[in-house]
């Protein structure tokens, strides 16, 4: 990112001295205030004004001779960042004729006692949504911050445990009906043990589906870190992955040193030979590089919450360079037997190379934080491990065969699904399925629940809307899809083949399955406590599965 900031480091650093030098300035100054319980007061150029509690130095040259400057004290602020709580007053400011100062005027905002641990003083701007730097005066127990004003402000405090735990993203939320789950096909029966396959908060989830020839199975993360995954010897690579919004630009690094991590909000799928099963898998939480990532997100929160301008405010979460280096030098500096806060130090420090946005300007404001900044983190980096033991068994009896419906092979629909053209959108993750790749759309007055989006990176607009096992509605949609609601993971099938020849398609409630016969009606989910599954049919007698497609 070759974004220069140097106006704006030069600026606050300015405003850092002018700080650190008080009141012990060499300005000539008057004092004025308002008398009795007047609300307003009015002063010249090269004053002190007293708001209330409130003082505010004007320097002789910040305003146009003549100028003059009102206060009075300020009503609450409408919406407070989440990030920062309020402490002692507040004011507003006007300058007759609506001419704003030429140079910052300096505000000391008294407040009941010293920030406390973990909390540093800022003052409030821009009716709660904005902060500026400050510092806190031990002997007059005030805030003290120059200012540019412009309206109205408050004295604060900002709390950096809270704007750590702004950054942290939202894990992936897998159906829970795929848990515990067996899966059989062509007499195969693959089961997922552990606390992994039944147990929803296990920070690494996993579901399994089956084919003749071995297991398709799914890893979803449901952890505020990364789990670096340890694969049994001869498992192929990954044949699918799903990333989380935040960190889709760093899932498919090639330096080794990411190729294995599973990243909070992300899944990844591997289709595994019969041959290599059983098997176990094991998962380790590895914060390093995640620890880089959240600095540099922080940093970029900052800079807007400090009004530092951004030439491309969005860049950061789009530029893989800089999240590259972020993530790399997290996982250069953390290890686990060191205290996390001094990690995360370091970690910090090494940032200043990134180019991340404004980090230089914010470097000594966050660093006097680290430790609560990031104490989220460190909290979960003591997650523990995770192991998912796989078994596979055949049978001699009859058995539903459950099938993982394959819409794509790279950007083509795949072999033997017959399609028919249509236009629409596609406004909603889908109602019936759990997959990532899964979404409701619709065409003119007709929905289509589940359609399937191929995940190559050159793919078309155009989705696989599935109705029957061999045809399908291939639906081109304008623009782009939205987040899907979960990451991996296998639902209740969507779509069944009764021993009677019928084809059911999952349905809205009340119903499960409508059939192609245009009367039967399931009305439950399938049980697949026996090799052969079947489903409710209202009063009568429960249908038999013969394949089951999710």
């Known amino acids: 990112m070759a974004t220069d900031h140097g106006p704006a480091r030069l600026a606050l650093a300015a405003a850092v001295v002018a700080l650190l030098l008080g009141a012990g300035g060499v300005l000539v100054q008057q004092r004025l205030a308002a008398a009795g319980d007047a609300s307003e007061v009015t002063g010249a150029a090269g004053a002190t004004l007293t708001v209330g509690d409130i003082e505010v130095v004007v320097p002789p040259d910040a305003v146009v001779p003549g100028t003059r400057l009102s206060g009075r004290p300020a009503p609450e602020p409408g919406a407070l960042t989440p990030a920062a709580r309020r402490s002692g007053g507040g004011a507003e400011l006007t300058f007759d004729a609506g001419v704003r100062p030429r140079l910052p005027v300096q505000v000391r905002i008294p407040v009941p006692a010293a920030p406390p641990p973990g909390f540093a003083p800022v003052v409030v701007t821009a009716n709660g949504t904005r902060l500026a730097l400050a510092t806190y005066d031990s002997e007059s127990r005030r805030i003290v911050a120059d200012l540019a004003p412009d309206g109205a402000f408050w004295g604060g405090?900002?709390?950096?445990?809270?704007?750590?735990?702004?950054?942290?993203?939202?894990?992936?939320?897998?159906?829970?009906?795929?848990?515990?789950?067996?899966?059989?096909?062509?007499?195969?029966?693959?089961?997922?043990?552990?606390?992994?396959?039944?147990?929803?908060?296990?920070?690494?989830?996993?579901?399994?589906?089956?084919?003749?020839?071995?297991?398709?199975?799914?890893?979803?993360?449901?952890?505020?870190?990364?789990?670096?995954?340890?694969?049994?010897?001869?498992?192929?690579?990954?044949?699918?992955?799903?990333?989380?919004?935040?960190?889709?630009?760093?899932?498919?690094?090639?330096?080794?040193?990411?190729?294995?991590?599973?990243?909070?909000?992300?899944?990844?799928?591997?289709?595994?030979?019969?041959?290599?099963?059983?098997?176990?898998?094991?998962?380790?939480?590895?914060?390093?590089?995640?620890?880089?990532?959240?600095?540099?997100?922080?940093?970029?929160?900052?800079?807007?919450?400090?009004?530092?301008?951004?030439?491309?405010?969005?860049?950061?979460?789009?530029?893989?360079?800089?999240?590259?280096?972020?993530?790399?030098?997290?996982a250069a500096h953390y290890t686990a037997d060191r205290p996390f806060a001094q990690v995360a130090a370091e970690t910090w420090t090494a940032l200043a190379t990134c180019g991340t946005a404004d980090a230089g300007a914010l470097h000594s404001f966050l660093a006097a934080g680290i430790g609560p900044l990031t104490g989220w983190l460190a909290d979960a980096a003591g997650s523990p491990g995770v192991d998912v033991p796989l078994t596979a068994s055949r049978g001699t009896g009859p058995f539903t065969q459950a099938v993982v419906y394959r819409a794509w092979t790279g950007t083509r629909v795949a072999a033997g699904i017959r399609t028919t053209a249509a236009s629409g959108t596609c406004p909603a993750g889908s109602a019936v399925s759990g997959r990532h790749d899964a979404y409701r759309c619709t065409a003119g007055d007709k929905a289509y629940d589940p359609c399937f989006a191929a995940t190559a990176a050159n793919a078309r607009h155009q989705v696989v809307c599935p109705t029957s096992a061999t045809r399908a509605v291939l639906l081109t949609y304008p623009g782009a899809l939205p987040s899907p609601p979960a990451a991996g993971g296998t639902a209740s099938p969507f779509l069944l083949t009764l021993q009677s020849g019928l084809q059911c398609t999952a349905a809205p409630p009340p119903a499960s399955y409508t059939c192609t016969d245009g009367r039967t009606v399931l009305s439950g989910e399938p049980d697949t406590s026996t090799p052969l599954w079947t489903v409710p049919a209202g009063a009568a007698p429960p249908a038999t599965i013969t394949k089951a497609y999710t």
Do not use: I, K
Not at 279 to 306: E, K, N, S, V
């Open 157 to 330: 405090l900002l709390d950096f445990a809270a704007l750590g735990r702004a950054v942290g993203q939202a894990t992936a939320d897998p159906p829970a009906t795929c848990l515990g789950r067996a899966a059989g096909s062509a007499g195969l029966t693959v089961e997922v043990g552990g606390t992994a396959g039944t147990d929803p908060r296990s920070p690494v989830r996993a579901c399994v589906a089956a084919n003749g020839g071995g297991a398709s199975v799914t890893l979803t993360s449901n952890a505020r870190v990364p789990y670096r995954l340890v694969l049994p010897p001869g498992w192929p690579e990954p044949t699918a992955r799903t990333a989380a919004p935040s960190t889709s630009a760093v899932q498919l690094f090639p330096q080794p040193r990411f190729h294995d991590l599973l990243w909070p909000g992300a899944g990844v799928t591997y289709d595994v030979p019969v041959t290599r099963l059983p098997a176990t898998l094991h998962g380790q939480a590895d914060p390093g590089p995640y620890l880089g990532l959240a600095l540099a997100w922080t940093a970029h929160r900052a800079a807007g919450l400090f009004g530092m301008a951004l030439d491309r405010p969005g860049e950061l979460e789009q530029n893989p360079g800089v999240l590259a280096c972020a993530a790399e030098a997290g």
